[in-house]
């Protein structure tokens, strides 16, 4: 009997205690700890490039000639994805000041699609919830990207970086009511 109580104490031992250290251990939470799983585009040239002209002369070309608020939609979404990602290399090359005046100009392009959805909805030409979901996906990867200017660049920036997630936050609660 006591060789039978020794082996189940010695069993239950063995199997609670890495039980008991994993339930006690101390985990910090951090809030916005997860990262968005979202891929932005390859930017391109760079406003600090000579041809950049070339290129932003371009994109103005093609909204211009878009004509379906679907793909006018789409086509603000690819350069608002751009953009940012133009703004992260900016700011990673020590250029902050345009690091943030292009992720406004993102955020700009992005405000501009909720109100095509909704024309395009009007129209009877609504939207793909996929679509709708990568628009969530995107501007939270916006927020991500601009909330860590804060994080990494100077402090005098705040005010304007401020502004760009205030946009940020607008469009996506314009998003909300698709």
């Known amino acids: ?21 994993y339930v ?23 406003p600090d490039h000579p041809l950049y002209i070339v290129k932003a002369i371009r994109d103005n ?24 990602a133009m703004a992260a290399v900016l700011a990673k090359k020590g250029k902050e000041k345009q690091a943030i005046e292009v992720a406004g100009k993102a955020e700009k392009y992005f405000v501009k699609i909720p ?16 679509f709708v979901t990568t628009l969530k996906l995107s501007n939270a990867k916006h927020k991500e990207i601009v909330e860590n200017f804060l994080k990494e660049l100077p402090q005098g920036l705040n005010d304007s970086i401020n502004g760009v997630i205030t946009i940020n936050e607008q469009v996506k609660k314009s998003l909300e009511t698709f």
Do not use: C, H, W
């Not at 060789?3 to 890495?18: E, N």
């Not at 608020?69 to 086509?75: D, F, G, Q, R, Y």
């Open 1 to 21: 009997m006591k060789k039978v109580f020794v082996t189940l104490f010695a069993t239950l031992f063995i199997f609670l205690i890495p039980f008991m250290t």
């Open 24 to 46: 006690m251990e101390y985990v910090p939470v951090r809030a916005n700890q997860e990262k968005v799983i979202y891929n932005l585009p390859y930017p391109g040239l760079l």
């Open 61 to 84: 070309l093609l909204v211009l000639a878009t004509r379906d608020n679907v793909k006018k939609a789409e086509l603000y979404l690819l350069l608002s994805d751009k953009r940012i």
């Open 115 to 130: 109100q095509l959805l909704m024309n395009a909805k009007k129209q009877g030409a609504a939207a793909s919830s996929e």
